[in-house]
């Protein structure tokens, strides 16, 4: 089997483009591929860091050795498609949260399954937590952590709609959601005791009242937002495509979107799996000040279209499984500069 990458030896007076027209690769290829195999310190911006001595650069291969590397099976031509299993998957979901140079992680287990199709032919996934959520590598200890934890049990079992694209849509068992209430509600205040505590329960019982509320309090959940990401799609004959993604980085408003290029590797990898990689920055219509007041709509973007523009980065890598096409590990990472930088990075392994 052909290694995943060479190294090519940067001399004296390379630049990114020179070494790009040399590979007869876009420079967006040449350091896209790097950044997947280095160390943090080795990341590509704009320009090779000084101190970078080696690219991971693309293995060579001739035509003879192509034809034995297997391909992605599409089930019409350049469409991957959504073939849900049965079978129970388990995942780890791991969160790293960065702003400036604050840094936390959360961790939690979930179970993944498909229930069947709804009416409109669209899919339906159950989704359970299986496991407490872990802060910085320990278990929930402040009263407000363990009572956000407890709360949180509300929503699972979770089902969810998902489209033929894999884009969740909407919420398929609001109503039994709804009934958990009580009980969940009951068992908190049998187990704390304060005026806050109330306040904190009705305020969740509000955005429970109208199912809208809770699909709009869920838009800002980051595993369903990273893991049904619309990847099953139709691919260019360059197995690529320019499309937008929204990510909720903001927590009190909506999400904001990124222009990103979306790319299907046509090989599978040594590993047998399918690689997706989206790339992009941010183009939201809200502005700097739009975003900082936590707006939902650009008043200061529509006012003044090409001033105080904010920046931010996306990037996502899918693993998939080569015959089953579902997802076995994803990393996607999203950020927004306002006073200072956001970050959200999220991984996902099946266990």
């Not at 929930?140 to 407890?150: G, Y």
């Not at 109330?198 to 955005?207: C, G, M």
């Not at 990401?229 to 320019?242: A, G, P, Q, R």
């Not at 279209?305 to 998939?320: H, I, M, S, V, W």
Request: with cysteine; glycine share 4%; hydrophobic share 35%.
């Amino acid at each position: 089997m052909k290694p995943k990458y060479k190294k090519y030896k940067i001399k004296r007076g390379d630049t990114l483009e020179g070494i790009s027209l040399q590979l007869e690769k876009s420079t967006h290829e040449v350091k896209s591929f790097h950044n997947v195999f280095c160390n943090d310190t080795d990341y590509i911006g704009n320009e090779l860091p000084r101190h970078l001595k080696e690219l991971f650069i693309y293995p060579e291969y001739n035509q003879e050795e192509l034809s034995l590397i297997p391909k992605v099976s599409f089930s019409e031509p350049y469409k991957l498609e959504l073939k849900p299993s049965q079978n129970k998957i388990n995942y780890g979901v791991m969160y790293t949260i960065t702003t400036g140079e604050d840094s936390n992680t959360l961790k939690y287990e979930i179970s993944l399954v498909f229930k069947g199709k709804n009416s409109d032919n669209d899919f339906v996934f159950e989704i359970d937590r299986i496991s407490k959520t872990y802060i910085n590598d320990e278990e929930a200890s402040s009263i407000a952590d363990e009572l956000a934890e407890k709360t949180n049990t509300v929503l699972y079992p979770l089902e969810i709609i998902v489209s033929q694209q894999g884009k969740w849509t909407g919420i398929n068992n609001y109503a039994a959601i709804k009934k958990r209430w009580e009980t969940v509600k009951e068992k908190i205040l049998d187990e704390y005791e304060g005026k806050w505590v109330k306040q904190y329960l009705a305020s969740n019982e509000v955005v429970l009242e109208e199912e809208n509320l809770l699909f709009r309090a869920l838009m800002k959940d980051w595993f369903l937002n990273s893991y049904f990401n619309s990847i099953y799609i139709y691919y260019t004959h360059k197995f690529k495509l320019d499309t937008t993604v929204s990510f909720p980085i903001l927590t009190n408003c909506k999400a904001v979107e990124y222009k990103i290029e979306q790319k299907i590797n046509e090989y599978l990898d040594e590993y047998n799996l399918i690689r997706i990689e989206q790339n992009g920055i941010l183009e939201d219509e809200r502005s700097k000040s739009d975003l900082q007041n936590e707006m939902d709509i650009p008043y200061y973007g529509t006012l003044y279209p090409e001033y105080d523009k904010t920046k931010g980065k996306f990037r996502a890598l899918y693993f998939l499984n080569g015959k089953s096409n579902l997802i076995e590990s994803l990393y996607l990472e999203s950020s927004i500069v306002l006073n200072i930088e956001k970050k959200i990075q999220v991984v996902v392994s099946i266990l």
